[in-house]
T-cell receptor
Framework: GAVVSQHPSWVICKSGTSVKIECRSLDFQATTMFWYRQFPKQSLMLMATSNEGSKATYEQGVEKDKFLINHASLTLSTLTVTSAHPEDSSFYIC?????????????FGPGTRLTVT | ELKVEQNPLFLSMQEGKNYTIYCNYSTTSDRLYWYRQDPGKSLESLFVLLSNGAVKQEGRLMASLDTKARLSTLHITAAVHDLSATYFCAVDPFQGAQKLVFGQGTRLTINP
């Protein structure tokens, strides 16, 4: 299957600083990537859809000025958490959408655990 | 409002037993997915169910889909400890846009 990587796998930062998380599709090109957030013992919630070459689309309730998404190439999307606060501590999971003819499938990265102190 | 509801949310069972996890969803969906998540890890894809009546099996796990009832089941046969994990179902209600909506997850613990 296709492989999606995330970097870093975990990060600790101080309140008020910004953190960038990278999501890469390693063996396929992805015009669409997704960012999810998962709080402890909860489900995944879609935050935004990242589109190569255009602006990301955010789900209701997600602050686009706080969670900056850049999809600069067909294999890389980045999520920057700006002015992070402890309530932003969470497990962030990206996915990349593989398309082949009429087929498509979403492949998930390994996740990034963010802790804001 | 779109809802994806799993039942039960917690399940503790003994090795060798059979059990079923249910996933109900409130709107039409092109597909239904089942994922497994181990603690601290990301999602592992188990099944993609594409049509009404679809049934897929892998090892001790079998998933089925009834689109008319908007219900999917994940059946575990003769459970083993290695199957302990959290299982999520997810639907794609936006006609292939892949903006997945996940159920709450079922935390499965299998005891020796």
């Amino acid at each position: 299957g296709a492989v999606v990587s995330q970097h870093p796998s975990w990060v600790i930062c101080k309140s008020g600083t910004s953190v960038k998380i990278e999501c890469r599709s390693l063996d396929f090109q992805a015009t669409t990537m997704f960012w999810y957030r998962q709080f402890p013992k909860q489900s995944l919630m879609l935050m935004a859809t990242s589109n190569e070459g255009s602006k990301a689309t955010y789900e209701q309730g997600v602050e686009k000025d706080k969670f900056l998404i850049n999809h600069a190439s067909l294999t890389l999307s980045t999520l920057t958490v700006t002015s992070a606060h402890p309530e932003d501590s969470s497990f962030y999971i990206c996915s990349a959408l593989w398309r082949g003819g009429l087929s498509y499938e979403q492949y998930f990265g390994p996740g990034t655990r963010l802790t804001v102190t | 409002e779109l809802k994806v509801e799993q039942n039960p949310l917690f399940l503790s069972m003994q090795e060798g037993k059979n059990y079923t996890i249910y996933c109900n969803y409130s709107t039409t969906s092109d597909r239904l997915y089942w994922y497994r998540q181990d603690p601290g890890k990301s999602l592992e894809s188990l099944f993609v169910l594409l049509s009404n009546g679809a049934v897929k099996q892998e090892g001790r796990l079998m998933a089925s889909l009834d689109t008319k009832a908007r219900l999917s089941t994940l059946h575990i046969t003769a459970a083993v400890h290695d199957l302990s994990a959290t299982y999520f179902c997810a639907v794609d209600p936006f006609q292939g846009a892949q903006k997945l909506v996940f159920g709450q997850g079922t935390r499965l613990t299998i005891n020796p």
